[in-house]
């Protein structure tokens, strides 16, 4: 095989509580990639980085672009002397905490894998592609690579190693409130220490997320994510409007909402019949909105999904 076309989803990383540890693999959007067997340059891989559609500036030099910096990691690791190229067909929407740098590192790593023959499991691919991430993130996180190259709803229970849980998701709702953040994500901004009484709550509110999933129980869901003690304070302090905003969707029908990622998305999680009030409701401009960067805010209503990076065609 000498090429083959990809897609691979969008992802709500940390999902509520689970900064770091919970991901949820997302129906849409999607983006395709187009990744094509290339002769070896000088070095171990040559690798050539292309974008097309999606209005926002990438970096093509493969050092700084998540998917290539990936397939360099994918060279170095395996061995292979070749190249690749790697086309981006881009939907989603970038830097915005919908996973779409993990989702070209997932991509790439996957891709080269089919092409080459190398026979990397899942957790391989996993941890390649997550040393992609530092293109986009500045830190080799797992949650949105695992998600979406497995689907469903993860758990990254170990990261040295890595030690990954995955659940079937139930059918769940979501409506998301796209908006950018800057390149970088806050994640500095971050605490490092919890008071034990709040180290509790969080590892009560992880524990009902895990186990509402379990059950697959959309309402306990819902009431699970609604609360977070280390990424919602930060994230949601530069979303100008976002307690009303929560507390609208909260009262037009959504079970919960919360962060998505590093933001400045956002995301609720509907019953069926209340997706239509919550994306009114969500769709109302913001007072940050006009300060934000990018695109103007794209509700998009989507919902979970058990499938993760796949193949669409191979030649
Ligand atoms: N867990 C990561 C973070 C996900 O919160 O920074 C980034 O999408």
């Known amino acids: 095989m000498n090429e083959i076309l990809l897609r691979a989803p969008a992802t709500i990383a940390n999902f509520g509580p689970g900064f770091d540890v919970f991901a949820l693999a997302l129906a849409g959007p999607h983006d395709s990639f187009r990744i094509t067997r290339r002769e070896a340059g000088g070095g171990v891989g040559r690798i050539i980085v292309k974008i ?6 990438l970096p093509t030099e493969p050092e700084k672009n998540t998917a290539g910096l990936a397939a360099i990691h994918f060279f170095q690791e395996t061995g292979v002397r070749g190249g690749v190229e790697i086309e981006i067909i881009k939907k989603m929407p970038i830097a915005s905490g919908l996973g779409s740098s993990a989702a070209s590192a997932v991509a790439a ?69 796209v908006r950018r953040k800057s390149l970088t994500t806050s994640r500095g901004l971050i605490p490092d220490h919890l008071p034990l009484a709040r180290v509790k709550e969080q590892m009560a509110w992880c524990a009902a997320v895990v186990h509402a999933m379990a059950t697959r129980d959309l309402s306990r869901i ?23 905003l929560k507390a609208r969707a909260l009262e037009a029908g959504a079970l919960g909402f919360n962060v998505s990622g590093g933001g400045s998305s956002v995301f609720a999680i509907c019953p069926p019949e209340k997706v239509r009030w919550v994306s009114e409701v969500m769709n109302a401009p913001l007072e940050s909105d006009a300060a934000a960067e990018g695109a103007p805010p794209l509700v998009i209503v989507t919902k979970s999904s058990n499938v993760g990076v796949e193949r669409i065609m191979g030649c």
């Open 52 to 57: 097309t559609d999606g209005g926002d500036p």
């Open 109 to 177: 790593v996957f891709g080269l894998n089919q092409l080459y023959g190398t026979g990397l499991g899942d957790t391989e691919i996993i941890e390649i592609a997550s040393c992609g991430e530092v293109a986009s993130g500045g830190t080799p996180h797992a949650d949105n690579v695992t998600a979406c190259c497995l689907g469903g709803f993860v758990i990254i229970r170990s990261r040295h190693p890595l030690r990954i849980d995955r659940l079937d998701a139930p059918e769940i709702p979501i409506v998301v409130r």
């Open 222 to 244: 819902g009431e699970a994510i609604n609360r977070d003690h280390i990424s919602e304070p930060v994230r949601s302090s530069y979303i100008g409007g976002y307690a009303g």
